[in-house]
């Protein structure tokens, strides 16, 4: 009998959990405990403050403690790798890892960074064989590229500020998937080529707090029956998508980005699926939406 068949009597839940530095602005465990709550699932989800010089101990901690997984954030996402048994397809492409699983007593990396983005953006448009432009090229930005185009995306044009790390996404998505990336630089206001059909924002332009600050794009570029989203979930509601939203585009914002990551991670150590609704309904509600 395992620990869901008999929990009233089971006073030994399954743990998984969160290493990063800063942890405590992260929302993640209140979203990640409300679906364990609502689903029976006997496990519970640890938010720890890891600073770079403890990561190697917290995950023996973590091994020694019978962890089931856990989530890591910054700035453990590639530092986590050389202490893990292997990395899922994205992973290994991405080169960051977000979230380990335990299968078959191995410690596995996988990276919910850019399937959650692709998830969430399944339920407005599929990626396949579509056109895209993509602005940034950071850890979110290189995690989306690469889930766009295993998702079957026919180009991605990459436009990012400077030139370097956004020529190695292009690289290593013209190297390894079928999809065409080009890289466009990003001096002045830049137009969106009238054949994209998806739009995304994973530049940390507009985070919280600086939720003015707008991209330096030509918003008259965007078309109604383009689909645009922002990974950017604090503000959800971003300059981009308001503006988005008001020419007639469907949209989507980070918080549904942000709430697919957790149902892929909760499926990989529970395998459960979760019910997305009850984990945004929780977020809206400590973000007092
Ligand atoms: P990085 O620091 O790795 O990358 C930042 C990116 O933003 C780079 O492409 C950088 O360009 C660009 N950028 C920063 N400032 C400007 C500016 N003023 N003008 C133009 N470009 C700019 O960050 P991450 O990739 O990890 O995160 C990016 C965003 O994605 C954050 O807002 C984060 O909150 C969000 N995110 C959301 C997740 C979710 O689940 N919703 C998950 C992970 C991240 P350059 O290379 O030129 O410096």
Redesign the pocket.
Known sequence: MNAHDNKAKDFLPQLTGSFAQPAAENPTVAMVEAAYKHHGLHFRYINCEVSPENLETAIQGAKALGWSGFNCS?PHKVAVIKYLDGLGESAKLIGAV?TIVKRDDKWIGENT?GK??VQALKQIIDPAQKHITL?????????VAVELALAGAKTITLV???S???EEVVTLLNDNTPTQAVYNS?ENRYAIDPKTQIVI???????YPDVD?Q??IDFDSIHPDMVVAD????PPETHLLKTAKDKGCKTVN?????VN?GVIGIKYWTGVDVDAQVMHTKLNEVFDL
Do not use: K
């Not at 924002?201 to 985070?207: D, F, I, R």
């Open positions: 910054i977000n960074d959650g983005f602005f940034g090229a950071g850890g979110a930005a290189r995690a990012n500020r400077s370097e790390r956004a990003w924002n994973a530049t940390s332009v507009g985070l600050q991209l330096n990974g950017i979930h604090n980070g918080i549904q980005m942000l990551q």
